[in-house]
């Protein structure tokens, strides 16, 4: 195959591509990506493009950071100097498995959303509504890598904040649907809200399913995770209309928690007294939001969070986040 590329689509973030090596070979095909096993297939230039575009442009997000090398940029990565004592070789294997994991959860989301917006389009409240929170796990597992594809994260994962009002065409995904499912209590007109977020989720795993992760994304991930609920979610803005918030917090910390322990033998050996603590963090934070789940599996309304437990809610999770991004620094990434 011809030589490789990166494609930036945020900070540290890349898509692996084909070089086009001219006008004449880009207007014949769009090379295949590395991991490719089936032959390289002429199709469509514009379509090509505009699914690379889709994949690449920007960060997004709550949590996404700035693009400073503008849209369409090709850079390389960023010179890492690794702390003292951090094995490379093991923190390569912990991104590559990191990678796994996304790939999984974004597969999952795709087969979870299936399930959800099938029940929209039959017209089946209860369960949709039901199946609204465990929809959304996968997601917010991997936000700060899903949100970085800022086309999918606006059309997946916005909130009506960001539109004219909750009438705006433009505002789409889970929360638009969540808006008619809980506020309206209906399913009527969400069809193709519904088979939009099944498009969107299936052209985001399509994107994640040919990502490479640096280790610096990988690692400031796991402070984002939390940073966010710290910071935003916590205020209960995350899920408005179906107050199911708690679901949100947990896969969220859920997604950080895989990072850590991905790390831990590397961590474990430079700095033990910091993987001591976020330990403890987790467990803190863990606790608290146990308190508020059902016996029968789930968790209660974010509503029924008492003021006193959502200022302690809120300070474990700033001292988690303090922590966590501490391991920048230790890993040297």
């Known amino acids: 195959?011809?030589?490789?590329?990166?494609?930036?689509?945020?900070?540290?973030?890349?898509?692996?591509?084909?070089?086009l090596p001219g006008l004449?070979?880009?207007?014949?095909?769009?090379?295949?990506?590395?991991?490719?096993?089936?032959p390289r297939q002429p199709i469509d230039l514009a379509q090509a493009v505009t699914e690379a575009d889709l994949c690449r442009r920007g960060p997004g997000g709550?949590?996404?950071?700035?693009?400073?090398?503008?849209?369409?940029?090709?850079?390389?990565?960023?010179?890492?100097?690794?702390?003292?004592?951090?094995?490379?070789a093991?923190?390569?294997?912990?991104?590559e498995q990191y990678e796994a994991y996304v790939q999984a959860q974004a597969e999952d989301l795709v087969q979870r959303v299936q399930e959800f917006t099938g029940t929209i389009i039959a017209g089946d409240l209860e369960a949709a509504k039901t199946l609204y929170p465990t929809s959304r796990i996968p997601w917010e597992r991997i936000e700060p890598v899903a949100e970085r594809f800022a086309a999918f994260d606006t059309s997946i994962d916005a909130r009506v904040d960001d539109f004219q009002g909750e009438t705006d065409p433009e505002f789409t995904g889970f929360h638009r649907i969540e808006l008619g499912l809980f506020q309206n209590n209906s399913t009527d007109g969400l069809k193709p809200f519904a088979e939009k977020l099944m498009s969107d989720v299936v052209g985001?795993?399509?994107?994640?399913?040919?990502?490479?992760?640096?280790?610096?994304?990988?690692?400031?991930?796991?402070?984002?995770?939390?940073e966010e609920v710290a910071q935003s979610k916590i205020t209960g803005e995350e899920d408005r209309y179906s107050r199911t918030d708690f679901w949100s917090f947990h896969a969220n910390v859920e997604g950080s928690?895989?990072?850590?322990?991905?790390?831990?033998?590397?961590?474990?050996?430079v700095n033990p007294q910091l993987l001591a603590d976020i330990d403890a963090g987790f467990a803190d934070v863990n606790q608290q939001l146990d308190r508020y789940r059902l016996p029968e599996g789930g968790f209660k309304?974010?509503?029924?969070?008492?003021?006193?437990?959502?200022?302690?809610l809120q300070a474990s999770l700033a001292r988690l986040a303090e922590d966590l991004a501490n391991l920048r620094g230790v890993l040297g990434v």
């Open 257 to 269: 928690m895989q990072i850590v322990d991905l790390l831990r033998p590397i961590v474990q050996s």
């Open 90 to 95: 093991a923190l390569n294997q912990a991104v």
């Open 24 to 38: 004449a070979a880009a207007q014949a095909e769009w090379t295949s990506v590395e991991t490719a096993k089936t």
């Open 1 to 19: 195959m011809g030589s490789k590329t990166k494609l930036w689509i945020g900070v540290g973030t890349y898509l692996i591509v084909s070089a």
């Open 301 to 312: 309304t974010y509503d029924q969070l008492t003021p006193t437990d959502k200022q302690r």
């Open 204 to 226: 985001l795993q399509r994107c994640i399913s040919v990502l490479q992760i640096e280790p610096r994304d990988m690692v400031v991930g796991a402070a984002e995770l939390i």
């Open 62 to 88: 709550e949590g996404g950071e700035g693009g400073e090398g503008g849209e369409g940029s090709v850079m390389a990565p960023a010179p890492t100097t690794l702390a003292a004592g951090v094995d490379a």
